[in-house]
Nanobody
Framework: QLQLVESGGGLVQPGGSLRLSCAASGFTLDYYAIGWFRQAPGKEREGVSCISSSDGSTYYADSVKGRFTISRDNAKNTVYLQMNSLKPEDTAVYYC???????????????WGQGTQVTVSS
């Protein structure tokens, strides 16, 4: 069974850091592009970052560029999202998802994890 599981969310103060993990089971992550999305209450799900399968190219939303870093560890079948300099507006449920290529549209992705809550507050 193909499954993605996110972890690493939590409560952090503004300016703090978190590292989210997206672990895959039932398939090999390095054959897929992996995107990170987030959804805040009352808002649409938005693309945050993506790492391609072909050459490892990375993409970031303007709102997180310079603060977030996406990476993959193929040996662990896991993709990470390192989030630094966190702001209250980063508060959301964060999801990872797989697709054949990177895209910022959620409908482009086939499999989704259950999400992990990130709360940035003092």
């Amino acid at each position: 069974q193909l499954q993605l599981v996110e972890s690493g969310g939590g409560l952090v103060q503004p300016g703090g850091s978190l590292r989210l993990s997206c672990a895959a089971s039932g398939f090999t992550l390095d054959y897929y592009a992996i995107g990170w999305f987030r959804q805040a209450p009352g808002k649409e799900r938005e693309g945050v970052s993506c790492i391609s399968s072909s050459d490892g190219s990375t993409y970031y939303a303007d709102s997180v560029k310079g603060r977030f870093t996406i990476s993959r560890d193929n040996a662990k079948n896991t993709v990470y999202l390192q989030m630094n300099s966190l702001k209250p507006e980063d508060t959301a449920v964060y999801y990872c998802a797989s697709a054949g290529s990177c895209d910022y549209l959620p409908d482009h992705y086939d499999y989704w994890g259950q999400g992990t809550q990130v709360t940035v507050s003092s």
